[in-house]
């Protein structure tokens, strides 16, 4: 028999087809129908069947004794042991003393998107924090204040674009961050194939070099000047062409002259980039009509990390490449999750109790939450909920945040797995998954390079008596809500995740609720489920000034953070910086094909191999320190040292190291023993948790300083 459905491991989306017999998986290949994937598969989906079948799996509630072993309790008992020792640390100590973390794969999971707003509100408390800190987050706030909503996110369109600029970013590993596309390798293929060109500038010759035409290292944390070059040679040579866009923007003047100090020469000087160089990309990108800069990881994930979000918006914008085909354009998702009409101040509202960081979207940066746990004080956090995270690996400083789970009166992970983090533990709560479970992207559709839908529908059942997922947070949001004052709705009480989306699909832009021309023909629940391919619903079109929600319905190139911030790197340009001594370096993480969080590396088909835990060391600097290949080295920043195998490639730029996240499953009390890979290390043990892109508090791991040693 064959399943068809969405592999939501990482955003990509892809289709996959399943041969199964009714019990178990025989084959996973990609769904050579789904029209958005076209039968692209990574190692990831087409190992699903092993994380589903995980013997590590958990399945029942786990109640931690005394003596610190497990024993397995009832779903209703867990429930309400949960809900008695949270609401007696909200009674003791307020609703601030629980705080709530989630991690990624959250956003992968329809079944608790559907509740995490209600189970926030049921909490009432401002110790929110999520993966997003880590992440993301200056994408969403620069969407917030230049087009007024925070999902309001321009994609690359990447299937009609000619000329793309890609930093810090390596979307033929992560098939596309905040580009949700199957099948990166092709379609970038595809560009060049009509006689286009893809540019790489990253401080790694990754693995999308591959696909390009051209890679120019760059230092770490220097991405900044190189965009600001840029715009400087978008003014003065008079390629400022916004098209339909120009009746909508204000402070163009000044934004001209806050560029005017960053000639290229200057910005050769800091990035490493030539100057030679950034002049001939400026004017072959600002002159071709189908052309987009797109920036990742390495770019958000740095001190300068919105400001760099920033600069790619107002170039990609001044230059004709916004919300044009070829350029940076928004979605028409199916399921609209931006329903309000109107701007609302969703940043910033209030900040931590210990360093005073913003809030934003109702979350606080997790570089926060141990220092929020171990300080004392009225507000401090007392008891945790976390969902699906693994923080103690995914974190800045880990250690210290182990150290503040330790400390905790109370804590419950609702998580399939006994890991670094659920392992401290009190109760946990194991949703059915992978497999069992219906599916449906809200977010990603949200942020992929055409428009689509597609519902995937549970291929086994889950063991009897066992939870989804939006149960356990339904109950927990029922016994939480009095003490809060949160009144439950009619339409909570009515909903289920299913139920949900078919209200938001009918209500959606394709929906038979949306027009009377499409009352017979648009879309519904039972439409998708009758497609299990999934169904095309048209490339990227306009959106502007459609989707503009900002008061004054205009668009400010000048944020107000940008002038001070620009103005410090001006006065900066011409300071000396000190020579780093022989075993300095800049730190820059990365990932595999094979891996997207710690919890797949429990799947023998995705550890296998080589042991890909290592440091990457320039060629240059392996000779200059007489390290050679798999020696163990030791890399020590302020937070701690870790000994990690050295792996000396020509991938790397002279004076920057990569270590890769999601390591280091040698902590006490966890069960990941099926895995054929080494342990590793976490390069979060000496990442640092004050290092932080200053505008959002998003944390800044790449181009932090540490050190290597050979002794």
Known sequence: MLHHRVCNLCEAMCGLEIEH?????????????????????CPKGARIAELHEDPNRLKKPLRKREDGSWETIGWQQAIDYASERLNAVRKTHGLDAVGFYFGNPT???????????????????KNVFSATSMDQLPHQFMAHQMFGHTLHLAVPDIDRTDYMIIMGANPSVSNGSLMSTGGVKPKLAAIRARNGRVLVIDPRRTETTKQADEHHFILPGTDVYFLLALLHEVFANGWVKPGHLAGLLKNEAELRELAKPFTPEAAAAKCGVPA????????????????VIYGRMGLSTQAHGTLCNWLILVIN????????????MFTTPAVDLVRRKKFKQTYGRWHSRVRGLPESEGELPVAALAEEILTPGEGQVRAMITHAGNPVLSSPNGKQLEEAFAKLDFMVCIDVFLNETTSHADLILPPAAFL?????????????????AKFSQALFKPEAGQWYDWQIAKALIEQLAPFSGYKLSRMFRWSTPARLLNLGLLTGPYGKWSSIKRLFSGLSLRKLKNTPHGIHLGPLQRRLPEILMTPDRKISLVPDFAV?????????????????????????????LRSNNSWMHNAPGLAKGKDRCTVQVSEVDAAR???????????????????IPAEVTDEMM???????????????GTRLEVAEASPGVSVNDITDEKLLDPITGNAAFSGQRVRISTE
């Open 21 to 41: 017999d009714g019990n178990k998986v025989l084959s996973v290949k990609g769904d050579t129908k789904d029209p958005f994937s076209r039968g692209f598969i």
């Open 107 to 125: 956003v992968h999971n329809y079944g608790i998107m559907s509740y995490t707003g209600d189970l926030r509100r049921a909490l009432k408390s």
């Open 276 to 291: 030679t160089e950034i002049r001939r990309i400026a004017r072959e990108y600002a002159t071709t009509d189908r052309a």
């Open 317 to 328: 914008l001044l230059t004709g490449h916004l919300d044009q085909e070829g350029g940076a």
């Open 436 to 452: 069992e479970v219906d599916h449906y992207d809200f977010v990603f559709n949200h942020l992929a390079t055409s428009n689509n």
């Open 564 to 592: 001070g911030e620009v103005q410090q790197l001006a006065d900066g340009l011409t300071a000396d910086v000190p020579a780093p001594d022989e075993h300095e370096f800049l730190l820059v993480g990365r990932r595999h």
């Open 625 to 643: 320190l007489t390290i050679t290949p798999g020696q163990e080295v030791t890399v020590i920043s302020r937070t701690g040292t870790i000994r």
């Open 654 to 668: 002279p004076g920057v190291i990569s270590i890769p996240h999601g390591f280091g499953h040698h902590r006490k």
